[in-house]
């Protein structure tokens, strides 16, 4: 869809793609599953992000640039879970694929960069098919 017009969105946003992107490149041609996955539950966390900015009133919403990471850092971290909250109270009822898709890549967390191992192909091409789907429903409303 378009780009999101808040500069803080839309970085979050083409961060969002590009990372589903490489995640895809990583565990297809470099067969790195964990890897893959990491990659791919940052391109869920942006994605989510640029969708909680562009649907808080911009009243609500900090002003651009460094308070935005503040914000973030107060109010949801890295915790898709939260994220996903924050999305449905502001997107109201979500699709039932979504809803799967959210539930089953809210285990990632940024500390799985300090997890050893080569990872699972299996499970990290799930998370990259629910993640997708996370990207593409929420690329749907920009």
Known sequence: MALPKDIDARKYYRVAKQRLEEAKVILTKVELPAAAEY??????E???KALIIVTTPPSERPPPGDK???WWKKEIGHYLELMRAAVRKRCGKLPPD???ALVYVATWHPEQRYEPGPGDPAKAT???AEAETIV???DQRM
């Open 98 to 100: 979504v809803t799967s």
């Open 39 to 44: 990659l791919g539950g940052y391109a869920v």
């Open 46 to 48: 942006c994605m989510l």
């Open 68 to 70: 935005t990471v503040k």
């Open 126 to 128: 799930r998370f990259l």
């Open 136 to 138: 593409k429903w929420a």
